[in-house]
T-cell receptor, first 112, second 116 residues
Framework: SQKIEQNSEALNIQEGKTATLTCNYT??????LQWYRQDPGRGPVFLLL?????KEKRKERLKVTFDTTLKQSLFHITASQPADSATYLC???????????FGKGTTLSVSS | NAGVMQNPRHLVRRRGQEARLRCSPM?????VYWYRQLPEEGLKFMVY????????ESGMPKERFSAEFPKEGPSILRIQQVVRGDSAAYFC??????????????FGPGTRLLVL
């Protein structure tokens, strides 16, 4: 069955530093991978989608890479701010193409 | 353009009662997904519906749970005879173009169900 893992439950960094979050998957070759942000008590919010033929994608201070050989995606937030503190989820479309499979998330805390 | 709406935001039920969770997708979206998030766990897919059809219910427990998305009105997730283990946050998401070239799911704020 498809598995998706995010390497750490929590990540604490100083304001201004770059946060790097990791997402690994097994038993599957997805056509694309997505990253979402979830704040406490709220629903996930879509951030970025990267396709299998794209190595890297950027949006403002966010950057996502996708290595289909390593079966891994890295999510970077540059010049991090306390407002970036949240839980970040990676997600893959299941093989049936009917639903997203989510990792458990990494909770990022940015201290000033 | 209003986002995905869910109600109620919080629902308290006693064991054995029924819970009805409602979801109105974004305007123009005809695909609805329900997910459940248990404390300390990730989001788990439950069911995927299009208007009047259940496309994939592989993540939904076989008993006590049902879902519908009628031609008119919101999608409903129904839990009969609730038990304490049903306490969780239930999220609805909608999309306009699933599969194919890629798609984004837009999530609602969730309904937090507490079973006493």
């Amino acid at each position: 069955s498809q598995k998706i893992e995010q390497n750490s439950e929590a990540l604490n960094i100083q304001e201004g530093k770059t946060a790097t979050l990791t997402c690994n998957y097994t038993n599957y070759s997805p056509a694309y991978l997505q990253w979402y942000r979830q704040d406490p008590g709220r629903g996930p919010v879509f951030l970025l989608l990267i396709r299998e033929n794209e190595k890297e994608k950027r949006k403002e201070r966010l950057k996502v890479t996708f290595d289909t050989t390593l079966k891994q995606s890295l999510f970077h937030i540059t010049a991090s701010q306390p407002a970036d503190s949240a839980t970040y989820l990676c997600a893959l479309l299941n093989q049936a193409g009917t639903a997203l499979i989510f990792g458990k998330g990494t909770t990022l805390s940015v201290s000033s | 353009n209003a986002g995905v709406m869910q109600n109620p935001r919080h629902l308290v039920r006693r064991r054995g009662q029924e819970a009805r969770l409602r979801c109105s997708p974004m305007k123009g979206h005809s695909h609805v997904y329900w997910y459940r998030q248990l404390p300390e766990e990730g989001l788990k897919f439950m069911v995927y519906l299009q208007k009047e059809n259940i496309i994939d219910e592989s993540g939904m427990p076989k008993e006590r749970f049902s879902a519908e998305f009628p031609k008119e009105g919101p999608s409903i997730l129904r839990i009969q005879q609730v038990v304490r283990g049903d306490s969780a946050a239930y999220f609805c998401a909608s999309s306009s173009n699933p599969g194919g070239d890629g798609e984004t799911q837009y999530f609602g704020p969730g309904t937090r169900l507490l079973v006493l």
